[in-house]
Structures are given as structure tokens and as C-alpha cells.
């Protein structure tokens, strides 16, 4: 069994990187190994938004991420600078910037690169999907 890191770098819905890390993920649990992080990073962080709504035809990458966090306690954690850079907020966020509302999702996790850096030294592999 081998603890794995995963970086996302592609927002859901205009690139494949999100979804190839959603599938690895799953297929790397299905094995049996441990998931430690997954950390959403510049457009990556859109995974989090809890208003993404596709066509009920499609799938659902957003809340797809959600029922893995809910199912299997991995910690899925946004780049707390690139979130606020592109309107991902929490409620905590939100206050602090004087907005009247956020959408960060709550099984996501806003925090700083050292979750990142930190993922990757407690992981035999760290990988990262998009650029």
C-alpha cells in the first residue's frame, strides 16, 4: 500500500486534468492505497465551488469530489490565494473581505502551499494532473 499526494491544476469543465485526477483517485483507493491530500491549485480551485451546475446529462465533477471526501475522509484543500483570486471564498473569507457571500463547498478546505509541500513529504507519490 502506498500513501498517495494529488495537486490538481485544471478547472472541471474546460480540461481533462481534474477529471483524470478524480478517476486516479478513485482507481488508487479501489487498490487499497492511501489517499493523504488532494490540493487544488491555480484554476483547480474551481473543483471547490459548490454552484457549479452542469446539464443533468453530465457528469458532475464538483460534487463528484465531494461524495469521495464524504466517503472516504480525504482531505481536499484549495490554495487559499488563488482561490480568493478567482472568487472561491468560505464563509470566513467572505467576512473578512466583506462579501455577501461565498461558495466554497464544505468538504474543501481553504489553506496555504505548506499543505502542498507538506502533502508531498508525507507521500510515497505525489502527483500533479494539468499544468
Known sequence: MKTISIAVYG???SSQAAYTAYRFTKA???KGHRVERVFFYQDGIHNATSLATPPQDEFNLCQAWRELKQ?????LVVCVAAALRRGILN???????????WNLAPEFELSGLGQ??????LSDRFLTFGS
Open 11 to 13: 478547472a472541471p469543465f
Open 71 to 75: 466517503g472516504h475522509k480525504i482531505d
Open 91 to 101: 464563509e470566513a473569507e467572505a467576512k473578512r473581505h466583506d462579501k455577501t457571500a
Open 116 to 121: 502542498m509541500v507538506e502533502a508531498a513529504a
Open 28 to 30: 488508487a483507493l479501489a
